[in-house]
């Protein structure tokens, strides 16, 4: 690995819990909510991963490069809870970024995606933590009700007693405070000004602790 993507994944939460799980090993990965080009991303630093999306549309944000970097895709309104055509205790990993403050069932998404997990297998969930709430609105969302789609309020304490109810262990959980980010923080202000572009939320999400995350292992049977 080179030293531009062993800076990516050291810097971003999501690619640091996939190595701290599997490392270089081969790995099957469930990416629900996987627009943003998510899936050439993850598999250019994680060669070794057998990439499967999920989201609610195919147009959010990938094109056919993502497609092709998948093994399969799953089209699916996670909110009815119809999960079928997705196979039991097949994954290694299942990682859900932002997405379960856009569903107002989503300790039960959670619950089905855990069946699909292989028993040692490993998820990680963020979402706008409780705090977000109390935050100035910005542009982008900066406060929890600045985005209109966000429809529920998770916390870790939920979170975490879901876990431990169906059967899993959690590793770590906590406020969100990625360094390079904060780092990154005053460079990014500068940029926005001098291209005379509005400021937005995203960049003061580590700085005011907006987004929680939980990581967790689905026990051994």
């Known amino acids: 690995m080179n030293i531009k993507s062993h800076f990516k994944i050291l810097s971003n939460f999501k690619f640091r819990f996939l190595r701290k799980s599997f490392g270089n090993q081969k790995f099957k990965l469930l990416d629900v909510g996987a627009g943003n080009h998510s899936a050439s991303r993850v598999t250019l630093l994680f060669p ?19 497609f092709e970097a998948m093994a399969y895709f799953y089209e699916l309104d996670l909110t009815k809870l119809e999960y079928a055509v997705i196979p039991d205790d097949f994954f290694d990993g299942v990682w859900m970024t932002h997405v379960i403050e856009h569903l107002y069932n989503g300790d039960q998404v959670i619950e089905n995606l855990i069946r699909k997990l292989r028993p040692g297998g490993f998820m990680y969930v963020e979402y706008p933590g409780k705090k977000s709430v109390r935050l100035p609105s910005m542009n ?6 600045d985005d209109p789609t966000h429809v529920r309020i998770y916390s870790i304490a939920e979170l975490s007693e879901l876990f431990r109810k169906t ?14 980010y904060l ?4 460079l990014r202000i500068v940029s926005f000004t001098i291209r005379r572009k509005k400021l937005i939320g995203n960049i003061f999400w580590d700085l005011f602790g907006f987004a929680e995350y939980i990581y967790i292992q689905k026990k051994l049977k």
């Open 140 to 145: 982008g969302t900066l406060n929890f009700y």
């Open 183 to 186: 780092l990154a923080m005053p």
């Open 48 to 66: 070794d991963c057998e990439y499967y999306g999920l989201d609610m549309t195919r147009e959010y944000n990938n094109d056919r490069k993502d």
């Open 167 to 180: 059967g899993c262990t959690v590793l770590a959980a906590g406020t969100r405070r990625n360094w390079y």
